[in-house]
């Protein structure tokens, strides 16, 4: 009930909530200490020391994507990592203590971590036995190696005062606090303007990065040796992309983190792994399967160094300044993540390999190394490997460059060269390429709906820009009359519009050139807000079925019939049960296929300012 009034009337104070709610005291504050655990909602008190509330829609949806998660996890850091994820999702936040307590005590006390429930977008972390003991946590340094993992790796953070702060009451922090330290005459004059806001931006980024800010409860942010190590600092935990076992270092190298220290999801390192997963789908369709695990490998590299998918933050002067500040690997360190039992060989071109030659490149320098052998002989298509084991990692070099290369070259421009370090050293361009996923959803979209001659239409307008209705025919290779319906019905939905320029000042319509054109950004805002709605009915509608069939999931979940279905339900309720089961799965796989396009239309690109 709390959620639902600050989601419907907004930021609201204490004696507010309680006026609308018409809960007691107690309950209300209950249910705002739970909410506030969640991540669900944010506070801010002020000078007259009232505290308001109001929703986090961020988290509020990122419940949606708690399989995701969790499947991200294990695929990268085994299950064992998958059951912390977990866990920290049905918390919100948790101290290591928690964690510590729940797996070295016994099972009768009362913890704060959930230990060996099952739930729907992930299993719990098990503390009893489990089959063939997977998923268990088998000490406490590998409880610890797991999450200085996860720490290391950005899949959870450390639990700061400002992650329970609006983000507009943190803006007026920094302002506050910058006219006091840095303005305190007061801001006069353009110049003194620019200054102003650079060292807001700057205050907000350090209180983001920096890892000195004061955590919640005081807890330290450091980590502390395991007992029994030697005086060498300890070291960094082994995270290798292709080994999905999860296994930890020795307990004498583990370090061991405070058990004070507080963490809890990171969802912008969530935004990032999503972002790259897209992009191997994107090399996979266009290139082949085994080029898009080496270019898997390359988005893993860099993910190490990026962060988040979006840096409201950075203070870029140009496109130039954010094109050099992407991060870059090298074809060495792709190679040395890539799994060993990828056959490299298939997917590569006869002889000649692929046409052009990337932009980027410098010829002059290094043509020979990159002409050696462009493709592999085969044998009636297949590649002459003969069921031989791989070849040595030295050996697979010259391959994942080849791959790399395809990459490369490729239209799309997957990624590009900038310079010669280990081999080869990349870029990729998130957000042009980013730009190039949102305007195939758009395009495909104009297809379901209005037809091919329609997508068509609006790739020519998001190329030449705008145009009047004789040259998007004419680009077209299409007749005016053939068009002029299809236009209307796109600018009727909201994908094109028109612009009016008048030859005379009397504005005529017939004196009046129309000049058609495609804004991408109004586009994408116009299918994100669509597809909340389609994921609000899909939930909707799993909600009605459910409860069509409520009486005999209630008696299936019974203790006594669980593992005993074929004992206390009827045929009937059976063919119920698992009817509902695959009308859950299909709405489920429906609404996961929806999230994506959130994540591609809300998460990967930044907000443009409204004009």
Known sequence: RVFTILSRLGRQSLRGLQHCTQLSPNHLKHGLVVLIQQHLILHNTTEDDVTYYEVDWRNAYALVRSGKLIKIVEDRFGEKAGGIISNLLLLGHAKVG??????????????????????????????????????KIQSLGQLHALLHQLLQAGYITIVRAWHFKPAADLNDDAERLVKREVFPDGVKGGKAQAEFRKAVQDRKRKWRDDDGEPQVNGASTGTK???????????????????????????????MLDNELVVRINYEKCNVVLRSRQLVDLAAKHIGDTTSNVYQALLQRLEDKTPRCIDELADFVDEDDESAALPSTTTLEVSSLLDPAIDLTADIAMEEGVNGVDEGHDASENDEEWSEDVGVRKTNGAPLTNGTSMPHQRDRLPLVEKHIRLLADDPRRLIRWVGNRGRGEWKVDFPALTSTLIQREIQNTVSACFGSTAARIVHILHAKGKLDEKQVATFGLLRQKDIRATLTSMQEAGFVETQEVPKEAARQPRSTIYLWYFDQDRCRKLLLNDTYKSMSRLLQRIKVEKAKVQAVIDKAERTDVVNNEEKYLTNMERDVLREWRNTEEKLLVQLARQDDLVALFRDFTPEMPAS
Request: glycine share 18%; proline share 3%; hydrophobic share 20%.
């Open 98 to 135: 928690d964690f510590t307590d729940a797996y070295q005590l016994s099972s009768k006390k009362k913890h704060h971590v959930d230990t060996g429930a099952e739930h729907i977008n992930g299993d719990g972390i098990g503390s009893g036995a489990g089959k063939g003991g997977g998923s």
């Open 225 to 255: 040796r395991a007992s029994g190590s030697s005086n060498n600092p300890s070291k960094r935990v082994k995270v290798n992309g292709w080994m999905a076992n999860g296994h930890a270092e020795s307990e004498e190298n583990t370090p």
